[in-house]
């Protein structure tokens, strides 16, 4: 295993898979996640989350590349001596719901809005196996975390992740990086309604220590701004 100090949180990176996965030490027993997949003919890294907890792994989003499921399970096993035992998908696209069938398999508990639920179906692509049908708070091991839905923006029905203890807030794709130029894929976004839930994001989680977006760079907490003036052309 290789480690990279990086500057910026000086955290430790464990490269494993031929670097098919990357695993990130972020802060309070929570750690990022990134697995990549071949898209437009090259390959685009995309972020997930896991926290470890006294009773199990809370895991957020499964994986893009389903070859990466079970070594990302056993890798979390291996170093922590836990197990995942739930996982929550913010939307539809394969990206966030690949996997999810292998969870499954392994017992994990999977869990996504109805709205993604509904999609899924819709669209063909992998589903969980608990809807819920409103902003849901769950805890495991006494470790709170909450969904939000703040509106249509990347799909019509992305949810974010906000982890109050540590003020980490998770946003999949819903989120861009500082390192995205544009906004991606936009089959399913609504940029006007997204301009709207991007900033009642803002108002609802104010001073996030954390930003997490789904593709690329996650060390930059200004991810949601940078996400403001890809959709409207104006710094703040």
Request: glycine share 8%; aromatic share 12%.
């Amino acid at each position: 295993m290789k480690k990279i100090l990086f500057l910026v949180f000086s955290i430790h990176s464990i490269h494993a898979q031929s670097k098919m996965l990357d695993i990130n030490y972020l802060t309070n027993n929570t750690y990022v996640y990134t697995n990549y997949h071949a898209y437009d003919g090259t390959m685009v890294p995309a972020n997930g989350l896991y926290v470890v907890t006294n009773d199990g792994v809370i895991l957020i989003d499964a994986l893009w590349d389903e070859t990466q499921t079970l070594p990302l399970l056993d890798s979390i096993e291996a170093r922590h001596h836990q197990k995942v035992k739930l996982c929550v998908v913010t939307h539809f696209h394969d990206d966030r719901t690949a996997g999810l069938d292998i969870l499954k398999k392994q017992g994990i508990k999977t869990y996504s809005s109805f709205l993604t639920y509904a999609k899924g179906k819709e669209k063909g692509e992998k589903t969980a196996e608990f809807p819920f049908y409103s902003d849901t708070t769950f805890n495991l091991g006494g470790v709170e975390f909450q969904t939000f839905f703040p509106g249509h923006g990347h799909s019509p029905d992305n949810i974010v992740i906000w982890f109050p203890k540590t003020r980490i807030l998770y946003g999949g794709c819903f989120i861009k990086s500082l390192d995205s130029k544009g906004l991606g894929n936009l089959e399913d976004a609504d940029v006007a309604s997204w301009q709207l839930a991007i900033k009642k994001t803002m108002k609802k989680f104010k001073s996030p220590k954390f930003v997490i977006p789904g593709h690329y760079s996650w060390t930059n907490k200004n991810a949601l701004m940078h996400t403001l003036y890809l959709l409207t052309g104006k710094k703040k």
